[in-house]
Each structure stands twice: as C-alpha cells, then as structure tokens.
C-alpha cells in the first residue's frame, strides 16, 4: 500500500513539473533550439571554414555534442531550480512536507521534472542541428546514458540552487557565473590540450568537460577518454550532489520554519 501511495504520489510530483514548463514551452524549450543553430551557423560553418577540422571532423560536427549536452544540462538545471524555489515561495512545499513523504521522493520528483525537460531539450536541438552537420551516431548506448546521467546531475544541482535562493535573481547566479564558465572552459569549442597550463590541468576537475568529451566520444567516436571514464565521474558527482539534496531536504533546510 505504501509503495503505491507512493507511486502516485511521485506520479503527481512529475505530470505537474512537466505542465509546468510545457504551458510555456515557447520560452522553456526554444531558446536553446535558437541559440545552437545561431552557434552552428556563425562558428561552426562562417568561422568553422577558416578552421578547417577538429580531430579530423568538421568544425560544426564537433562542437554539436557540446551544445547538444549544453542545452541538457542548463534545462534541467533551470526547471529545478525556478520550480523548487516558486514551491517555497508560494508555500505549497508545506503540503509536501506535511504529507506522510519520504525527503528522497520529493527530491526525486522535482529531479525528474528537470531530467525529462533536459533531455527534451537536448532532442529538439538535435533533431535541429543535425542537417547542419554530418554527424553519425556511433555508440547509441553512451550517448543516451550521459545525456541521462547528465540531466540527473544538473537537476539535482537545480535543487540545491532552488533549496538556497533568496530570490529570483539568485536563481540565475550560479547559472551565470559557475554553470557557464564551466561550460566553456569545457572544451565545448576547442579541444582542452590545446588550452595553456594551469586551465588543461583545471579541467580534470571540471564536470562539464567529462560531459562534453563523453558525449562528444558517443556521437563522433572520437574524445580524450572513453564514454566510461564519463560514466564513472558524473555517477559519483550525482551520487554526492543527490546525497546532499536528500539530506538538506530530509533536515527541511531553508523549507521549513
């Protein structure tokens, strides 16, 4: 009975996330479909034929899984954190917190509302691009689990922001001055051997580079590692960012009074 209660419980959680950002999906999911063939058009074919090849691949062809993977991660993130700080600033996290739910499946559902839009996102920009490009897909299964395990991350992170934001301008801080730079500090439009020290030795600790070149290794065949060393970095990365929404969440840290 419980386990039941709890499925539509968590049912709940996620038909009413996905309304949320499909009632205005003009906003939600069309501007990274935009900014990706903006990128494609200007860097990958106008600056690109002054670059020749990357890696033995056309230029559009290899910074496409960055922003494939860029549009996943900055949905999800996004989704989770307006939707969790708009829960607390409209009070109705209360009617969670007051239900007889455990702090893991609230946590699961505001993360799944941001996976399913991340992913989402990332297969209009790929249905998009892809003209633009002569990618071919070479190994479906590492594609499909970083861009899911990716989303997860990113979501989760959402929370956190969303657990601690004070306003809405607090919403984008960490988007503006942490998610992006890591994002192209990446390698999403270079290779990161070619970046002077200390940056190349920086990017090992950089999530969004394991994200990129594994993504990059899915879809191109080529990358710096394999699609497992990707795997390995971002599942402990979501194991400790998921850890420490579950407890703040479980502590009621900043949601409750």
């Known amino acids: 009975m419980r386990l039941a209660a709890y499925g539509f419980a968590y049912r709940g959680m996620v038909v009413k996330q996905v309304r949320r950002f ?3 999906w003009v906003q939600n999911l069309l501007p990274s479909v935009v900014t990706t063939v903006l990128f494609l058009v200007i860097f990958g074919h106008l600056i690109g034929r002054e670059l020749g090849t990357m890696r033995g691949v056309d230029y559009a062809d290899f910074i496409l899984p960055g922003l494939i993977i860029l549009a996943v991660a900055t949905n999800a993130y996004s989704n989770v954190t307006l939707a969790f700080y708009g829960a607390r600033l409209q009070r109705h996290i209360e009617e969670l917190l007051v239900a007889p739910l455990p702090a893991w499946l609230i946590v699961a559902g505001f993360a799944t509302g941001g996976v399913i839009r991340g992913l989402l996102a990332g297969a209009l920009v790929a249905l998009v691009a892809i003209p633009f490009t002569n990618l071919q897909l070479h190994h479906l299964a590492a594609t499909l689990g970083i861009a899911l ?3 997860l991350l990113f979501a989760l992170a959402g929370l956190l922001n969303g657990l601690y ?3 809405f301008d607090h919403t984008s801080v960490v988007a503006t001055f942490v998610l992006t730079p890591l994002i192209y500090l990446g390698g999403l439009f270079y290779p990161v051997e070619r970046m002077p020290e200390p ?7 950089n999530p969004l580079y ?3 070149e594994g993504f990059r290794y899915g879809l191109l065949g080529t990358g710096s590692f394999a ?3 990707t795997f390995w970095v971002l599942v402990g990365a979501t194991l400790v960012v998921g850890g420490l929404a579950w407890a703040l969440v479980a502590r009621g840290v900043r949601i409750r009074t």
């Open 199 to 205: 940056w190349q030795s920086l990017a090992v600790l």
């Open 227 to 229: 699609w497992a060393t």
């Open 149 to 151: 395990i990716s989303a």
């Open 22 to 24: 499909l009632r205005a």
């Open 165 to 167: 934001a004070r306003s």
């Open 210 to 212: 394991y994200m990129i």
